[in-house]
């Protein structure tokens, strides 16, 4: 028992149950990139630009500084993408 007592190298429930939220947000975090992600492929397959725009700036894709006012460059940029990961 002397060897759990505080200062020891053992983890306490605390410490392992952050651990445990830890991983689970960031999984959670996960699943809902690849999912935002999905969307804006799925935004590309049906060529349509405002759905692609909303999903390039859904929070879940974590991309960042997305200007409205670029949406067509973005649309045909990440068209071009396709196309050239497809050959």
Known sequence: AAAREEGSDYLTWNDIQAC?????STIQEEHERIAAIGLINEALDEGDLQKTMAA???PAAKLTDIDPSLAQHYYDILQEARREKAH
């Open 20 to 24: 445990v939220d830890q991983v689970n």
């Open 56 to 58: 390039l700036q859904n």
